[in-house]
Structures are given as structure tokens and as C-alpha cells.
């Protein structure tokens, strides 16, 4: 499991919105939000971890890097 910081996400929409990029974006990744914490888990096959920024950067979320 590795965990990442995500900014920019407000509400609960935001946080599925996370999720459903992710699993978009990389897919066979498994992904848990935390989103008062900014935390997002993901399990699974190697992250490759420009598409996950440029992913969620689409979607107004910012990567900020592991945790
Ligand atoms: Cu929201």
C-alpha cells in the first residue's frame, strides 16, 4: 500500500470523484479516501505516479507527493 496526500477536496463528491478518476486513470488499482485527512491509499500494481498527478490535476485535485 502507499498512501498520497491529494488536495482540494471539499466534500464527499470530491471524494468519489478521487476515486473514480483513480480507478480510471490506473486501472486495477485499489483505492481507499480519507478525506478530512487528504490521504489517499492505493493498493495494487505499480503507480505510475505522473499519470495519477496528471489525472487528478485534470480533475482539480492536487497530488502533493507520499505520506
Ligand atoms: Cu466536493
Known amino acids: 500500500m502507499t498512501a498520497y496526500r491529494v488536495d482540494g477536496m471539499t466534500c464527499d463528491g470530491c471524494a468519489r470523484a478521487v476515486t473514480r478518476t483513480i ?18 491509499e492505493l493498493d495494487g500494481a505499480p503507480v505510475d505516479e505522473g499519470v495519477l498527478r496528471r489525472a487528478l490535476d485534470d480533475a482539480g485535485f492536487s497530488l502533493r507527493g507520499t505520506v
Open 23 to 40: 480507478e480510471a486513470a490506473l486501472p486495477g488499482i485499489r483505492v481507499r479516501v480519507d478525506r478530512v485527512a487528504c490521504r489517499v
